[in-house]
C-alpha cells in the first residue's frame, strides 16, 4: 500500500487556510497556490538520491553532493494543477513538464481525457503529478494510469487538499503511488467537493465560474 504524506508545517498550514476563505481574491490564490507548491516539493524530493562529486571552489577542490539518478519531470492536471508549476519550477528549473487534460462529468462525475502529452524520456524519470484537490480521485486515478501506460513506473501524486475518499480510490486502484498532500479533509459533499475544502481551485485560479 502506497504512503499518504501529509505536510503540517505552520507556513503551509497558514498559507492554506487563507487560501480557503472566500475573501481569497484569483491574484492571492496563484501567489499561494505557487508559494505552498514551492515549499511542499521541497519535502517531496527529500528523498532523492545523490552522488559525491569533485569540485573546486575559490579554496581548494572538494567532495559534494550532487543530485543523482533520475531526472524529475512534473505533470499538471489541466487545468488547476497548472497553478502549482511554477512553485516548482522555482526549486528545480531543470525538470521537464508534460500536461493532461481531464474534466469532471458534472452528471456522473467521471474523468474524461481530452489530452496528453508527455516528455520525450518521461519513462525515465521521476514524475510528480500535480492536482490541487484531490476529490473523488477519479480524474487522478485515470492521469495515473495513462502515465503508467506509456511506460513511466515512479510517479508520485502532490495534491493541496485531498478527502478521503480520494485517497482510498488512489491507494486502491494504484498501490505503488505515494501521495503528498498540505491539507486531508473531512469528506466529500453530494455534488463530489471536498468539505471543508476551498471551493472549484480552478475557478478560483483563474477567476471563472
Do not use: W
Amino acid at each position: 500500500m502506497s504512503k499518504v504524506h501529509i505536510f503540517d508545517h505552520p507556513l503551509i498550514q497558514h498559507k492554506l487556510t487563507i487560501m480557503r476563505q472566500t475573501s481569497t481574491g484569483p491574484k492571492e490564490f496563484r501567489e499561494l497556490l505557487e508559494e505552498i507548491s514551492m515549499l511542499m516539493v521541497y519535502e517531496v524530493t527529500r528523498d532523492l538520491p545523490t552522488v559525491d562529486v569533485e569540485i573546486e571552489t575559490p579554496i581548494c577542490k572538494t567532495t559534494q553532493k550532487m543530485l543523482a539518478g533520475k531526472k524529475l519531470g512534473i505533470v499538471p492536471i489541466l487545468r488547476a494543477g497548472l497553478g502549482m508549476v511554477d512553485g516548482i519550477m522555482n526549486l528545480v528549473p531543470a525538470c521537464r513538464i508534460g500536461h493532461i487534460g481531464l474534466y469532471r462529468d458534472p452528471q456522473t462525475l467521471e474523468p474524461v481525457e481530452y489530452y496528453c502529452k508527455l516528455p520525450a524520456d518521461a519513462e525515465e524519470r521521476e514524475l510528480l503529478l500535480l492536482d490541487p484537490m484531490l476529490a473523488t480521485g477519479g480524474s487522478a486515478s485515470d492521469a495515473i494510469t495513462l502515465i503508467k501506460k506509456r511506460g513511466c513506473k515512479h510517479i508520485r501524486l502532490v495534491n493541496l487538499i485531498a478527502a478521503p475518499e480520494g485517497i482510498a480510490k488512489v491507494q486502491h486502484d494504484h498501490p505503488d503511488v505515494d501521495i503528498y498532500v498540505a491539507g486531508l479533509d473531512s469528506h466529500l459533499n453530494d455534488h463530489g467537493y471536498i468539505v471543508p475544502g476551498l471551493g472549484d481551485a480552478g475557478d478560483r485560479l483563474f477567476g471563472t465560474k
